[in-house]
């Protein structure tokens, strides 16, 4: 297993920026894609980005494009989500998540085995 502590959350502006992170332990960090997940009140959790074991490859949802960016350093067992242009609609507990042995890219939420605790981001218009 994979032990994951989320940091960065917080309150914002409109049009802010935030930037959170995600110390990994456990498994070595580099042979496993990770996620950035999203829960808002009242809704399902949903995945917001994902990135391949090496950093080669990202994915975005929709509402992300463009204002989100995902990233890792493998040597600080670190995961990255620079948040730009920050809305209303972005206000949710985000989650970092460690897809399972030997999935180098994921998408799905079945794919992810390990789960942060969970960081507020709170956006205010």
């Known amino acids: 297993q994979v032990q994951l502590v989320e940091s960065g959350g917080g309150l914002v502006q409109a049009g802010g920026s935030l930037r959170l992170s995600c110390a990994a332990s456990g498994r070595t960090f580099s042979s496993y894609a990770m996620g950035w997940f999203r829960q808002a009140a009242g809704k399902e959790r949903e995945l917001v980005a994902a990135i391949s074991w090496s950093g080669g490859r990202t994915y975005y949802a929709y509402s992300a494009k463009g204002r989100f960016t995902i990233s890792r350093d493998n040597r600080k067992n670190t995961l990255y989500l620079q948040m730009n242009s920050l809305k209303p609609d972005d206000t949710a507990v985000y989650y970092c998540?460690?897809?399972?042995?030997?999935?180098?890219?994921?998408?799905?939420?079945?794919?992810?085995?390990?789960w942060g605790q969970g960081t507020q981001v709170t956006v205010s218009s």
């Open positions: 998540a460690a897809a399972g042995p030997g999935i180098t890219m994921a998408t799905r939420g079945a794919d992810f085995n390990s």
